[in-house]
């Protein structure tokens, strides 16, 4: 398996430009740490060489109960929550302690491509429901919940969504209540978990959602984004006592102890709403001009309820040249423009997502492109909302009429 982590090579290649290309895929803006918790960690540093204690494990556990509540509304007992070194590291354990060759699993596309691959490492047979962009990207769950195979072992989900922005909506949660296999473990990969705008954030583990559902649910909480306190931030996951144990198992044997630095220092990142807060007033201003100078320069940004993306369907020319892919789309504007951006591309659909951790400054360079990127579309500008690819034919509903009449053109 040699296919590299997408943002490890789009690192590389910024890296490759030493600061001339725009940075629009990972962005360079930096979100610091509070800065009492910044100074906390300056005067404790000592202690990133002493494993964190009994008490200290403990303290981080409350901490997370207490955030689950306070954030989420959901009740979860200290034993049922498991710290982690970092999303990977969790996605890492639990996929090596709960999959067997041969299990199926269902993970989502467009989708944040580690779970996936982990499962591919694991030997798992994988199955992907489409995010549907005409259906505010909801998850095609129905056919794979119909489906007369094997069980499911895992549905690997992804709340707040990266890269469409897409929050749990009702019809998914009722289409999850379908999932009877016993056995069958939800997934909640909610990294983004508190960066919800037009509602309260939610959590799968909250049992208004859950229900009396049978089936396991396990959610996964990192403060990477949150909190950049270095590479192996600590972040936790949340299920059952019974799989928690395992994933703990595991990881005796996988991870050197958590530092008492990294666990004290998260627990205070954990207690600390007032940071939750900040982020989801400033994400919405940095999206909003994002989308704005997006929508200024001729792309159809998707609405961005979650999150600190914008994706927007890839055009048919860039720059006067025809491009299909977001991967062909990707490499022509970092190649001949110095953008660079992320590409998705799903066997249905097309995009690229923007990152808004831009820079002060990146936007004016951005709607300076405007003229040399003259984007094309095979529409009217104005005239048309939501373009897709779809099969390698570009559709659009028409913003005019209001219906959901659909065009198609096929791509040149
Ligand atoms: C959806 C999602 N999950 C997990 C991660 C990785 O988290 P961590 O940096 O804690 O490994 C990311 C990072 O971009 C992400 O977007």
């Known amino acids: 398996m040699t296919t590299r982590y997408p943002f490890a090579l789009i690192k590389e290649k910024l890296a490759a430009r030493r600061g001339a290309a725009l940075d629009f895929a990972i962005g360079q803006r930096r979100i610091g740490l509070p800065e009492s918790i910044d100074s906390w960690i ?34 979860i007992a200290a034993d049922r929550i498991l710290p ?25 596309e467009p989708g944040y491509p580690s779970f996936a691959r982990l499962a591919t490492h694991r030997h798992a047979n994988l199955h992907e429901a489409v995010l549907d962009p005409e259906h505010g990207f909801a998850p095609d769950l129905g056919s794979a919940l119909d489906r007369d195979a094997a069980p499911l072992r895992v549905i690997a989900l992804n709340y707040p969504n990266n890269p469409t922005g897409a929050t749990l909506t009702p019809e998914t949660i009722e289409l999850l209540r379908r999932v009877t296999g016993t056995g069958t473990i939800v997934f909640n990969d909610a990294t983004y978990g508190p960066l919800v705008y037009d509602h309260q954030p939610t959590s799968l583990l909250n049992e208004n959602i859950s229900g009396d559902s049978q089936i396991e649910l396990v959610e996964l909480h990192s403060f990477s984004k949150l909190f950049p306190i270095g590479p192996i931030a600590v972040s936790f996951l949340a299920g059952s006592e019974k799989t928690m144990r395992s994933v703990s198992n595991y990881s005796e044997f996988a991870w050197s102890p958590l530092s008492s630095l990294q666990v004290q220092a998260t627990t205070l990142c954990l207690h600390d709403s007032a940071r939750l807060q900040e982020l989801r007033e400033f994400f919405p201003i940095q999206l909003a001009q994002l989308r704005q100078t997006l929508t200024d320069i001729g792309f159809e940004p998707y609405p961005s309820p979650s999150g600190i993306y914008s994706i927007c369907p890839v055009p048919a020319h860039i720059g006067g040249k025809a491009v299909t892919t977001g991967a062909e789309a990707a490499e022509h504007l970092m190649d001949d423009f110095d953008l660079a951006v992320v590409a998705w591309d799903t066997p249905q659909h097309s995009y690229l997502r923007f990152s808004s951790l831009y820079q002060p400054g990146d936007l004016e360079r951005l709607a300076g492109l405007r003229e040399r990127l003259q984007l094309d579309w095979p529409f009217p500008s104005g005239s048309a909302v939501h373009p897709a690819t779809v099969k390698g034919n570009l559709c659009w509903h028409d913003r005019l009429s209001g219906t959901r009449f659909r065009y198609c053109a096929k791509r040149k």
């Open 84 to 108: 982690t070194p970092g999303g990977r590291a969790a996605m890492s354990a639990f996929v090596a302690s709960i999959l067997e060759p041969g299990d199926e699993v269902l993970v989502t």
């Open 42 to 75: 300056r005067a404790n540093a000592v202690l990133a060489m002493k494993p964190a204690g009994q008490a200290e494990i403990e303290a981080f556990t409350e901490a997370a109960t207490d955030l689950l509540r306070r954030e989420y509304g959901a009740d």
